[in-house]
């Protein structure tokens, strides 16, 4: 998730709403040997949700893999909610709570599989500031219809049910879920519709995915939704729906919404290959927050007023969101640690849209405005096994958008968007596998060439900024030094004499010049400048 820059930029400075602290858990981490001994296979989902008393009940049944025999299975879960029985492999079993985690024991869990039933009910936490504080939105429209939403990205999907909450692991085999809602309403969710039954004044809505799933998109959107579709055809020729599932009060906002989608789509396929889940649907739930990146339906909160570039509308929530559906949903993090990938590369898109839209004069605007928002108070990646909110700075969006743009400068076009797309579609690191920032350098390190582990440890792992002097050494010379860099780098300087590209290391450069030379005019580093 980014959303505006505003709301970014005060995102990071505040923990408490109307004065209140706001409680805040994490998911990631240390991943804890018992957990580390599950492969999550495949969850099932059945809630009935209390409108009025907001609240949850039901059941996750969670097919996993041991690899040992183990006397202890450990699942994650708020203590706020009561569990009221466990089973295994249909026989019941003892557990107990602590620490928001659920021990779940027995003599023996044999090697193998498992499928572990948790029948549970309460009610969720209150998302104080959606989406970054995780939990659930009791909301009503316009029309005083309620509209119900949820979001732990931050938080982890624990806030809300039984869970193995960690980046690592996802459920290969994909995600049954059932909602149970007030005749009337929609629930609007991940992967596709398969059925909806309705009993009295209650409807069931039946949402599966095939694919893997990270658990905080393992969510759904209840509301007084139209649903309102066109095909999309992809880069392959594959068709499947735009669904955007809009309050009925909205609907003749709809089609502007999916002309955007339909365009962006187009523009994204084009730097990272075919839309990921081009077997389910391209999806779309308003919401009453600002938007996040939930796998197959991505929320959008935005008002309908667009930006408009070169005669195109645009909205950076809008695309931003979306084009996390090939870093984040599809190309994962492997830990928190690496959470610059997905924003990273994320907010770079946001770039290339510009690039697309209003060429590259317009590319060079947007990053530099994001280097307005750079902090650099911490390294973007911490270590290992960082937790999600221990990561959680501006920089891991804007620093690591430009950090892309260095890196596209350092190896250059032909080698960067070849290599960029084989990032996003390689099987080696999408889907089932999960990437880490050593993958992620191995990569453009192997297609370049070029020994590139220096510069992403400089500009990843520490706050370093690359130091250059300029110093007048007679009346049209002057010496260009570079004081503090991670490598010999390609660099643009223009003179009177036009505009020259050099390689610049700690030696010092003589270059001619009638004018004070400039070093690095479109800005492809981040640096420090001094004129001696």
């Not at 980046?167 to 995600?175: I, K, L, Q, T």
């Not at 809009?246 to 919404?257: E, F, H, M, P």
């Not at 770039?351 to 973007?380: H, W």
């Not at 579609?425 to 192997?446: C, H, I, M, R």
């Amino acid at each position: 998730m980014r959303n505006s820059l505003i709301l970014l930029a005060t995102l990071f400075t505040s923990l408490s709403v109307n004065g209140q602290n706001v409680q805040r858990w994490n998911s990631g981490g240390k991943l804890n040997p018992l957990q580390a001994n599950m492969d999550i296979r495949h969850y099932t989902l059945s809630l009935n949700v209390d409108i009025p008393n907001q609240r949850i009940d039901g059941f996750v049944e969670t097919n996993l893999l041991l690899a040992h025999a183990t006397d202890t299975i450990l699942f994650d879960l708020i203590d706020r909610f009561e569990v009221k029985k466990i089973t295994v492999d249909k026989q019941n079993v003892s557990f107990t709570r602590k620490d928001d985690k659920v021990f779940i024991n027995h003599k023996t869990f044999k090697e193998g599989k498992h499928l572990v039933r948790i029948e549970y009910g309460g009610k969720p936490p209150i998302a104080a500031r959606p989406p970054w504080n995780g939990g659930f939105t009791w909301t009503k429209d316009a029309n005083g219809k309620p509209w119900v939403v949820i979001n732990c990205q931050s938080d982890g999907a624990k806030v809300y049910f039984p869970c193995k909450d960690h980046p690592s692991d996802e459920p290969n085999e994909g995600v049954d879920l059932f909602v149970t809602v007030p005749k009337g309403l929609t629930v609007a969710a991940f992967g596709l519709l398969q059925n909806t039954t309705t009993k009295g004044d209650k409807t069931i809505f039946h949402w599966k995915t095939n694919y893997t799933i990270s658990n905080y998109c393992v969510l759904f959107n209840i509301g007084d939704y139209q649903l309102v579709s066109r095909p999309y055809h992809s880069i392959s020729g594959k068709t499947a729906p735009i669904d955007y599932y809009i309050l009925k009060q909205n609907a003749d906002k709809a089609q502007s919404v999916l002309n955007i989608r339909e365009r962006d789509t187009r523009i994204l396929e084009k730097y990272f290959g075919e839309y990921p889940w081009i077997k389910e649907k391209l999806g779309i739930a308003q919401v009453p927050n600002p938007g996040m990146e939930h796998q197959t339906m991505i929320t959008y909160g935005d008002p309908f007023n667009y930006k408009i570039f070169k005669g195109q509308y645009y909205s950076d929530n809008l695309f931003h969101e979306f084009a996390h559906e090939w870093f984040a949903n599809k190309v994962t993090n492997k830990d928190w640690a690496h959470m610059w990938i997905q924003e990273g590369i994320t907010t770079y898109a946001e770039a290339l849209c510009f690039r697309e839209l209003t060429g590259e004069k317009g590319y060079d605007s947007l990053l530099m405005l994001f280097k307005r928002y750079v902090e650099n108070k911490k390294p973007i990646v911490q270590g290992e096994e960082v937790n999600s909110q221990e990561t959680y700075t501006r920089d891991i969006y804007f620093k690591g958008a430009l950090f892309m743009n260095t890196l596209r400068y350092v190896v250059g076009d032909d080698v960067f968007f070849v290599t960029l797309k084989k990032l996003a579609t390689d099987p080696a690191y999408t889907y089932d596998n999960f990437v880490t920032t050593d993958d992620v350098e191995k990569l453009f390190s192997g297609a370049s060439n070029i020994n590139l582990k220096p510069l992403f440890d400089f500009y990843l792992r520490t706050t370093n900024l690359i130091e250059i002097s300029i110093k007048q050494t007679g009346l049209t010379s002057w010496t260009i030094q570079a004081k503090q860099i991670p490598m010999a780098l390609p660099f643009e300087i223009q003179t009177s004499n036009g505009t020259q590209k050099v390689q610049l290391t700690s030696e010092p450069l003589k270059i001619e010049s009638s004018t004070l030379p400039s070093v690095d005019p479109r800005a492809r580093y981040l640096k420090r400048i001094t004129i001696e």
